[in-house]
């Protein structure tokens, strides 16, 4: 069964400390993987999109990992900001008839 | 990138009521979707539109309806609201391509 599980449910951190979420999938045939922040009462927007050949990809102070082989992901968050306080979203693409497959979110605060 | 618009923010609307839910893209793309999004179910497929006048139901059809006689706009509607389709409701487009979806800005809706 296609799933895509994301760790830990929520979190909170001090403002400036570093975190990494979690994605864990077990789509296939794997297209894609995209990671979203969604602010609260809005809707998501695009972070990174990762395809199977990359291992990491960076967009400002948020780095993504793909570990192909363990069907692992990582969204590593550098020097916090309070404006990262929102849920972050893991959207796993199978390559055939356009499936797409959520997580559930990691939902994180930053704390002054 | 494709600008998707959800016509409301927040929506109040009693029990009962027909409930029109309006998005809008303008990238042409033939993909779009609604979800509703709830608090640890993350995000649900409602139904989903993959060209004009077509329609596929996806994992919680009950109680919704949809409509798309153009390529650019895709209605939700609620027949009857009901107090359990209290929710955040995404719409989101997508290419034929498929690399990924972009949100609008979601309408929260309370039925009441």
């Known amino acids: 069964k296609n799933q895509v599980e994301q760790s830990p449910q929520s979190l909170i951190i001090l403002e400036g400390k570093n975190c990494t979420l979690q994605c864990n999938y077990t789509v296939s045939p794997f297209s894609n993987l995209r990671w979203y922040k969604q602010d609260t009462g809005r809707g998501p927007v695009s972070l990174t999109i990762m395809t199977f050949s990359e291992n990491t990809k960076s967009n400002g102070r948020y780095t993504a990992t793909l570990d192909a082989d363990t069907k692992q992901s990582s969204l590593h968050i550098t020097a916090s900001q309070l404006s990262d306080s929102a849920s972050y979203i893991c959207?796993?693409?199978?390559?055939?008839?356009?499936?797409?497959?959520f997580g559930t979110g990691t939902s994180l605060t930053v704390i002054p | 990138d494709v600008k998707v618009t959800q016509s409301s923010r927040y929506l109040v609307k009693r029990t009962g009521e027909k409930v029109f839910l309006e998005c809008v893209q303008d990238m042409d793309h033939e993909n779009m979707f609604w979800y509703r999004q709830d608090p640890g179910l993350g995000l649900r497929l409602i139904y989903f539109?993959?060209?004009?006048?077509?329609?596929e139901k996806g994992d919680i059809p009950e109680g919704y309806s949809v409509s798309r006689e153009k390529k650019e706009r895709f209605s939700l509607i609620l027949e009857s609201a009901s107090t359990n389709q209290t929710s955040m409701y995404l719409c989101a487009a997508i290419s034929q391509r498929g690399s990924g979806y972009t949100f609008g800005s979601g309408t929260r809706l309370t039925v009441v």
């Open positions: 539109s993959y060209d004009v006048k077509m329609k």
């Open positions: 959207v796993v693409s199978a390559k055939t008839g356009n499936q797409f497959y």
